[in-house]
């Protein structure tokens, strides 16, 4: 970490330690490579998977798995939104796969080639050593003067001038209504786990706890393997995740000239301003995607307390229309509510029991009174449980216990300040202590779809860039 200087002294190399190798970490790693600094970091990378770049999201192999948003959307370079689609061009990553080309000329792969495209990018620089992996998970980051150590599950240590919070969203929460399942075989309450859907027989009958993105998954992939029984998906509000525009649209909107300050003026104007796309003769979808790229200037337009109330009331909303599923996916539950072996209900748990034969549950319908159900099979999918990121890890637990870091007042992640500088219990950010990726959501708005996180990754590493230039110290 010793460079020489043009003078003859030399310089010592900053460390930039982050934690978490998915899109968020891996594309700060590499924007931050590809910066222009005159001495580059040493750069670590901690990530127990096998790969940098595929995180949670990308990891998976299942084939039923694929991106929800069209290839030509997805790159790891804001400035270059081709370069996923050219890669797969080049690599001929979907020669296997027909089904990943739609009617419309779109192109929806299976997740695990987008994870394949960015830790191919990240490859060269981990051959010649302008970023290191670390093959584990960190059990402790503890400040030690100016520096942070980081202790990891390899029993390694290390010492870093910044560290860089890139880690995953918590796994969902178990309703406490279905904690009595609790080590019931049949009981999955995290989807994620690789394996966790083996136990589901081919005609078990099926409750999904939730309508989101992993609920549209978990029927595809089940349908994959031949299950045939029937399936019934809850939410509180019977909301499930959209599809695609039937026709390629450019966004519509202005949301940045006049900006909302409180949840129901965004609303008003959302609203508003679907009514004219039809005029337009364009689909809702179209709105969205403008919202969703003007999405940072209208978070920070809003007041702490106005982004409470759209995390805590419209936010399921946004969700079922931002989060759209992949045409493929959408075929398949189409195709199982056509033939009435899926039921979308409005509906929650009351309270569930387990015998030898089933698993009874009573739901309390939205519009309705309470009904008893008996299943085989019970799957949570309500979603991260963003409130307890600062719970789900000894290491994050700690940092906060240490009044290093805090929850975001929207409940949504870790509070930083617009610069990604984690905010400790003080209220004084830490200029050495970044946060990347959904983490930061509660600050910079959306941050949940790839080429918002693409962005992320890419200014959280020009802002490391100006510290890291202004770090660089002889010695």
Known sequence: MIAEGSSGGTIRRPVVAIIG??????????????SSIGTPPAILVFEP???????????????AHRINVPAARMSLLPDRPEDFVEWIGRTDAVADDPDAHRPDGSLYPRRHVFGAYVASALSPLLRNGSVRH????????????????????????????????????????????????EGHPRFVADSTVPGSLDAIRPLDRLLIVGNGLTAADIVASLART???????????????????APNPQDPFGEFEAAPAHSAAALLRSVRRTIDDAKLAGLTWHAVIDQVRSHGHAIWQNL??????????????YWDVHRFRIAPQVEDVLEQAIAEGRMEVLAASVLNAKRDDEAIHVELKRRNGSPVERSFDAVVVTTGPAHGGI?????????LHDQSHLRLDPTGLGIACTDRSEA??????????????G????????????????????????????????ARNVRT
């Open 390 to 398: 600062l719970k789900s890890q000894a290491w994050l637990s700690k």
């Open 49 to 63: 998977r096998g790969e940098l770049g595929r995180g949670l999201a990308y990891d998976t192999a299942d084939p």
């Open 226 to 244: 031949g299950h045939r029984g029937p399936v019934t998906s809850i939410s509180r509000r019977g909301l499930r995740s959209r599809g695609h």
């Open 134 to 181: 670390r093959r584990a998970r960190v059990t402790e980051v503890r400040r030690d003067g100016t520096l942070w150590q980081i202790f990891d599950s390899q029993g390694g240590q290390c010492f870093a001038d910044f560290v860089v919070i890139a880690t995953s969203h918590p796994a969902p929460s178990t309703p406490g209504a279905l904690r009595s399942l």
């Open 423 to 436: 905010i400790g219990g003080d209220d004084r950010p830490d200029p050495t202590l970044l946060i990347s």
């Open 303 to 316: 007041p702490v307390a106005e982004r409470c109330r759209i995390a805590r009331h419209i936010r399921p």
């Open 438 to 469: 959904p983490l930061a959501r509660g600050t910079f708005g959306e941050l949940m779809g790839l080429p918002q996180i693409s962005e992320h990754a890419a200014f959280v590493a020009n802002e490391l860039a100006r510290k890291v230039s």
């Open 21 to 34: 190798g998915g899109v968020s970490g891996a594309g700060v790693a590499y924007h931050l490579t590809h």
